[in-house]
Nanobody, 126 residues
Framework: QVQLVESGGGLVQAGGSLRLSCAAS????????MGWFRQGPGKERELVAA????????YYADSVKARFTISRDNAKNTVYLQMNSLESEDTAVYSC???????????????????WGPGTQVTVSS
């Protein structure tokens, strides 16, 4: 069992930056793939970034590549999402999730995310 709580959301102007944090509880946290999802107004939930259990591999959606960076500190049971050059289209509720590490080449897609945080609102004003 893993419990997740996000923090760091808020209101920021376009072009600005925010860093989201996701604190996890549970002894097996370091064995999970961690993902950041977002759901904007009237949009479907999408995976924006994921990081393998070891931290050695990452995945980014095309819409956030070169702007967002995912990282994890397994000693602190925390995963981060650094968001730079924010755009109004980034406005959404951001949630972190924990999934199973697989050997698939598309490990971020086959993780079967099973534990979710409540989410944190990010609003980008233009």
């Amino acid at each position: 069992q893993v419990q997740l709580v996000e923090s760091g959301g808020g209101l920021v102007q376009a072009g600005g930056s925010l860093r989201l944090s996701c604190a996890a509880s549970g002894r097996t946290y370091s064995s999970y793939v961690m993902g950041w999802f977002r759901q904007g107004p009237g949009k479907e939930r999408e995976l924006v970034a994921a990081i393998a259990s070891s931290g050695g591999s990452t995945y980014y959606a095309d819409s956030v590549k070169a702007r967002f960076t995912i990282s994890r500190d397994n000693a602190k049971n925390t995963v981060y999402l650094q968001m730079n050059s924010l755009e109004s289209e980034d406005t959404a509720v951001y949630s972190c999730a924990a999934g199973v590490q697989t050997t698939s080449s598309r490990w971020w897609h086959t993780a079967g995310y099973r534990y979710w945080g409540p989410g944190t609102q990010v609003t980008v004003s233009s």
